[in-house]
Each structure stands twice: as structure tokens, then as C-alpha cells.
């Protein structure tokens, strides 16, 4: 008896902590726990009330008879109110009309930072502390990655790719004979799609962002196609594809993957987004699939291919 108590107040600290305010009990357990309460204070052994008929009178005794037990909870939490989260979805003003002063690239681009930064709907839906997001790499890049939103450590740092998927993409980067600092790589939105999250804790998880939040950014992608300039596009992710194609060109990434399209007047390879060659199964396969897209993607910009190169994720 004493274990299954201990076990049940171990259970009803659990679900305290983790926010359950109300728990159901038959009252065949009020019953019992009810005579438990009473022979403690009449000093009666625990273990002789084991399967012992409840009496009558006590039956019928109010439920407030089970207040002592309150000495095996832990103290209630404090709960702060939380003020109504955004909802997903909330209407957004019209996309801005972005527009630059003459000058070399390296000027655009950092008057379009300054746009970015100062822009009252990005500021709005960026958390305390995080950082709104624009490009990074290249101004003369021939290549352009497009991501889809920052997450944790991107808003960290205020900048794209630089989480477990970045990494990654590095890496498919040095595999075709290039630095990241010779591509230049740009996300579809510019803050992170927010989820409601209770005051002073961080955000968990990620969310895609609406159409409506891709349409508002996406002026803010097209100026940094235009000071950029690049050969060709490459959208990493169906979030980035959707962006660029049209929430109705397509609904598996797997019938665009692999294949030209257009943006902007620039040439568009459609492929899979490192995150999802980071989860399982992890296996050459899905590697060799990406790659064979990056492999287009080289050859379009006429850049060297060793036979090495070519015959990367295939199984032995």
C-alpha cells in the first residue's frame, strides 16, 4: 500500500508539472483513500485496511473528508497569464514595394538589409531578443540557394543555414568544388513562423509559414535575385518551391524534384532540403537523389565534374 502510494504521488507531481489541473478518480478510490486519511489519525496500520469494506456512515461523509491528502501534493504553481498569441495565419498588410538606390551590389544589398531591418511587420513577428533574416554569401554568386524560414539558430544569428541542415548544406556545397562563401543563400521568409509560446520561454518546434507570410516576403527574395544576379536558382525544400512556383503547381515535392523551372527570368532547380537528408533512414539513396540534382546544377554554370564527383552516393 505504501509503494502504490508513493508511486501515486509521484504520478500526481508528474502531471502538476507538466500543467494537468484536473485528474479523474472513481469513487471507489476516494473510498479507499478516505479510510486510508482516517486510520493514519486513529493510528491503524496501513497494510490491515487492505480490501477492508468501507462503513456506511463514512460512505456518506463529504468528499471534503479527503483534504488531508493535500499534505502529498506539491505546492500549487504560480500560473502568469498569457496574453492572447497571434493567431497562425493573421491577416498581413499588403507586400511592401521594395525599392533600391543606384550603386554597386555590395550598396543595394546593404540598403535592402536596412529595409528589412526597419520593417514594421518583420519587427512585429520577431521574437524578443531574435533577429529578422536576409541573405548571406556571395554578391557575385552564380549560384543561389533559396531556404524556406529561419528557425532556432538562424533567428539566433540572423542568418540562414547555420543549424544541423546548414552544416549540411556546407558540405553539398564543398562536394562541388565551391565555398559557401562563393554561393550566396536567401530564404523565402524573413522571421520565424511563430507558435504560440507562453511568455519568457523559448519557441519549440517550427511551423511552415502561410501563404500569405511567404507572399509578404517574397518582395524582399526578389531584390536579393536582382542585386545578386545569379545564373540560376535552387529551391531547397517545398516550402521554398511552393514560394517560388505557386502553392498550386504542385502538391509532392517528388513531381517537381529534379527538374527546370523559372523565376524571375532565372533558371530554377527544384530539389530536396538537407533536413531531409538528416532523417532516417539516413542512406545514400536519398543522398544520391540531391546530388544528382546538384550535378544539373553544375553542369549549368559549366563548372568542373571529375568522375569522382560523378560517381558520389552510389552504392557499391
Same mark, same amino acid.
Given at each position: 500500500m505504501r509503494t502504490a502510494l508513493h508511486a $501515486? =504521488? !509521484? %504520478? +500526481?507531481?508528474? $502531471?502538476?508539472t507538466a500543467g494537468v489541473k484536473m485528474v479523474a478518480v472513481s469513487d471507489e478510490s476516494v473510498a479507499a483513500l478516505r479510510r486510508l486519511v482516517q486510520a493514519r489519525s486513529r493510528g491503524v496500520s496501513v497494510t490491515a485496511l487492505h480490501d477492508t469494506p468501507e462503513p @456506511? %456512515?463514512? $460512505? @456518506? *461523509?463529504?468528499? *471534503? *473528508? #479527503?483534504?488531508? +491528502?493535500?499534505?502529498?501534493?506539491? /505546492? @500549487?504553481?504560480?500560473?502568469? /497569464?498569457?496574453?492572447?498569441?497571434?493567431?497562425? &495565419? %493573421?491577416?498581413?498588410?499588403?507586400?511592401? =514595394?521594395?525599392?533600391?538606390? #543606384?550603386? !554597386?551590389?555590395? =550598396?543595394?544589398?546593404?540598403? +535592402? +538589409? %536596412?529595409?528589412?531591418? !526597419? !520593417? @514594421? =511587420?518583420?519587427? #512585429?513577428?520577431?521574437?524578443?531578443?531574435?533577429?529578422?533574416?536576409?541573405?548571406? &554569401?556571395?554578391?557575385e554568386a552564380k549560384i543561389m540557394f533559396v531556404g524556406e524560414a529561419p528557425g532556432a539558430e538562424e533567428e539566433l544569428h540572423g542568418e540562414p543555414f547555420v543549424g544541423p541542415a546548414g552544416e549540411l548544406l556546407t558540405k553539398m556545397i564543398q562536394a562541388m568544388g565551391l565555398k559557401r562563401t562563393e554561393i550566396y543563400i536567401g530564404n523565402i521568409m524573413n522571421w520565424r513562423p511563430e507558435i504560440p509560446t507562453p511568455p519568457g520561454e523559448a519557441q519549440v518546434g517550427n511551423r511552415p509559414p502561410t501563404e500569405a507570410e511567404i507572399r509578404y516576403c517574397l518582395p524582399y527574395l526578389r531584390a536579393q535575385i536582382d542585386v545578386v544576379n545569379p545564373d540560376l536558382l535552387v529551391a531547397l525544400g517545398a516550402t521554398a518551391a511552393h514560394g517560388l512556383l505557386g502553392f498550386s503547381a504542385f502538391k509532392a515535392l517528388g513531381d517537381v524534384r529534379g527538374r527546370w523551372f523559372e523565376f524571375g527570368g532565372k533558371a530554377l532547380m527544384i530539389t530536396y532540403h538537407p533536413s531531409y537528408l538528416l532523417r532516417p533512414p539516413i542512406d545514400n539513396r536519398k543522398k544520391r537523389l540531391v546530388w544528382e540534382d546538384l550535378l544539373k546544377v553544375m553542369e549549368r554554370v559549366a563548372l568542373p565534374i571529375s568522375d569522382k564527383q560523378r560517381s558520389f552516393f552510389l552504392d557499391k
Open positions: $501515486l =504521488t !509521484d %504520478e +500526481l507531481r508528474r $502531471l502538476k @456506511a %456512515e463514512s $460512505l @456518506a *461523509a463529504p468528499r *471534503a *473528508a #479527503a483534504v488531508p +491528502l493535500k499534505a502529498y501534493e506539491p /505546492p @500549487a504553481p504560480v500560473y502568469t /497569464p498569457m496574453p492572447p498569441p497571434k493567431p497562425v &495565419g %493573421e491577416p498581413l498588410p499588403p507586400p511592401p =514595394t521594395v525599392t533600391l538606390p #543606384a550603386g !554597386d551590389k555590395q =550598396t543595394r544589398w546593404n540598403a +535592402l +538589409l %536596412e529595409l528589412v531591418r !526597419d !520593417d @514594421a =511587420t518583420c519587427k #512585429a513577428h520577431v521574437r524578443p531578443g531574435k533577429k529578422i533574416v536576409l541573405g548571406v &554569401g556571395s554578391v
